[in-house]
């Protein structure tokens, strides 16, 4: 529990209703009264966003929503905000998922319907870097190795 709490301290958070905007490199997201069951019939909006040229990678650590078809009841929806793909709808009672963004941002809706509560859910988030820009790290080593490389040789 403490160190849910630190992990929490370091992302800045505002919380608007159960709607949160978390801006941080680390930080933790978790459905409304956790460890307490949720509300009925609640939307709650979580837009995490990281270091400007990372990802977002967020884990699954607690999931506890009612399951339906579809998670047609309650859901948990991770959102890939640049491109609005939907990455994953998740229900149920399965922990683990790993969701990456393919941009500094990512949201994370929580939907409950008017029957049946359950715990909710947690989720760890962490900034990772992208791609492009572990590429663009590789290209500036590459061309300052053969800088100092052909300074070496004195041609
Ligand atoms: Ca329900």
Not at 7 to 21: E, M, N, R, W, Y
Request: aromatic share 10%; glycine share 8%.
């Amino acid at each position: 529990m403490l160190l849910i709490f630190s992990i929490f301290v370091t992302a800045l958070t505002s919380v608007k209703g159960c709607d949160q905007v978390l801006i941080g490199d680390n930080g933790t997201i978790s459905s409304p009264g956790w460890p307490m069951r949720y509300p009925l019939n609640i939307e709650c909006t979580y837009d995490i966003i990281v270091s400007e040229g990372n990802r977002v990678r967020i884990e699954f650590v607690n999931m506890s929503v009612e399951t339906s078809s579809g998670c047609g009841y309650d859901s948990v929806k991770i959102y890939d905000t640049n491109t609005s793909n939907v990455l994953d709808t998740l229900c149920g009672y399965t922990t683990g998922q790993v969701y990456h963004s393919s941009a500094n941002f990512m949201t994370v809706v929580f939907n409950s319907d008017d029957v049946q509560d359950d715990y909710g859910f947690v989720a760890v988030f962490s900034s990772e870097e992208s791609r492009s820009k572990a590429l663009l790290q590789l290209i500036n080593i590459t061309i300052l190795g053969q800088s100092d490389f052909l300074g070496g040789r004195k041609i």
